[in-house]
């Protein structure tokens, strides 16, 4: 996912971090370090193709927390495909002067998400491929818009304090924004899937898991600078969905438009396939581990092709009816809760098993914590029917999950 968040969520940070929303990036990366320990202990004791599944059964058990957490870490990921898809069709409507509330987004949203739902139909190999051709194209693209749009600025950074739409310093607004930004790295978290794959995973999962988030934070603030340098804080907020297109104007006109739509497209697109697969993959392996339900349909294929269409349809459904903003909220509040949730596994119960620094790991959930405390208050105030919305789903999959492995365990009983 390096690459598509930044150009889905600088906007959508902006707005809630205020004047000093690059920082908001900075911190955001260093929370992500934090909790990016708990996961590589983990794939380092447990590499498997389950990935996150695995570890929560693992802190867990076979047992309703893990189910929970398991299907939240999948819903926030569904949520950042249908978010991303929306910035796929924001992105490319700029090339026709079509407006940003245009039917045409959720339209394109839709058509992306189906397109990866054939190209991941058409098997792993295929995948590998575009990944590794779109992982050069898009981080090259984003580090020329971010060199040539601060070379155009002069390479200044001067904070708009008097423009801020929520907090101009760190405050409620500013840790907001950095549960928004977090978004952009939560990405590392795909490659825990990737253990039964690669050589010797114990080690080179979490190798894959640092340098992913080392190259993310230094082209995400080459990028929040550049666009912090390039446009006053109001401009971006009002060119929210589409932020980085706007800001390449001043350095290169329309021309700049049309090369960041093009990273933009490449970014999103590639990414959205990549997760399809992941989610799909994990759902696949809660279902073998008989910790989620698992129904056929009358579907042909294993279970990971049935689990690749239930992915591709929610995520569809939340690109059509829900808008950038309450996606990029509901997606921060899971992920965090299944963050937390991992990290006191690992602490109370796989701390001495897979030599955890027990320190390293109670700061990464406190920092969740506290920046899921600042989120959920900013959007009490502001949007408190996402709150709502967030309870019903939470509440509504733990009862679903609960009654799932009673009446499965008094079946195999």
């Not at 269409?309 to 950038?324: E, G, M, P, R």
């Not at 920092?367 to 709150?387: E, F, N, R």
């Amino acid at each position: 996912m390096i690459g598509a968040g930044i150009f889905a969520l600088t906007g959508q940070v902006a707005e809630l971090a205020g004047a000093l929303f690059p920082l908001a990036f900075l911190a955001a990366a260093i929370i992500s370090g934090f909790s990016a320990y708990s996961y590589i202990k983990m794939s380092n004791a447990y590499p498997s193709a389950g990935g996150i599944a695995m570890y929560l059964k693992k802190a867990y058990g076979r047992s309703t927390m893990t189910g929970v957490c398991a299907l939240l870490m999948a819903f926030s990921m569904i949520i950042n495909e249908s978010l991303v898809g929306r910035t796929f069709g924001t992105y490319t409507l700029q090339l026709f002067n079509v407006g940003e509330n245009s039917y045409w987004v959720p339209i394109l949203a839709v058509g992306l998400i189906a397109v990866a739902f054939l190209i991941n139909i058409s098997g792993n190999k295929i995948i590998g491929s575009l990944s590794q051709v779109t992982a050069f194209l898009k981080i090259g693209g984003i580090i020329i818009f971010a060199a040539v749009t601060l070379w155009a600025a002069g390479f200044s950074f001067k904070p708009d304090f008097g423009a801020g739409s929520s907090e101009a310093i760190p405050g409620t607004g500013f840790m907001a924004g950095v549960a928004i930004a977090i978004l952009a790295y939560k990405g590392f978290t795909t490659i825990t899937n990737s253990g039964g794959e690669v050589k010797n995973p114990e080690k080179n999962v979490g190798r894959a898991i640092i340098a992913s988030l080392a190259i993310c934070v230094v082209v995400y603030l080459l990028v929040a600078f550049a666009v912090a340098s390039s446009l006053p804080l109001a401009q971006i907020v009002e060119a929210k969905n589409f932020a980085l297109a706007e800001a390449a104007k001043p350095a290169l006109g329309q021309y700049g438009v049309w090369f960041t739509v093009a990273i933009a497209i490449i970014a999103t697109a590639s990414g959205i396939i990549a997760s399809v697969f992941a989610v799909s993959r994990m759902l696949a392996m809660l279902s073998e581990m008989e910790i989620i339900p698992h129904r056929h349909f009358g579907m042909p294929g294993d279970i990971q092709k049935h689990t690749l269409v239930y992915t591709v349809v929610l995520a569809a459904a939340l690109a059509a009816f829900f808008d950038l903003t309450r996606i990029a909220s509901l997606g921060a509040i899971f992920y965090l809760l299944v963050d937390i949730a991992i990290h006191w596994g690992v602490f109370r119960n796989q701390k001495n098993d897979i030599n955890a620094n027990g320190a390293i790991v109670m700061t990464a959930l406190v920092l969740d914590i506290i920046v899921l405390g600042a989120m959920t208050i900013l959007k009490g105030s502001s949007d408190p029917m996402l709150l709502v919305i967030a309870a019903i789903g939470l509440l509504l999959t733990f009862l679903g999950e609960r009654f799932f492995l009673k009446n499965h365990q008094m079946a195999r009983e």
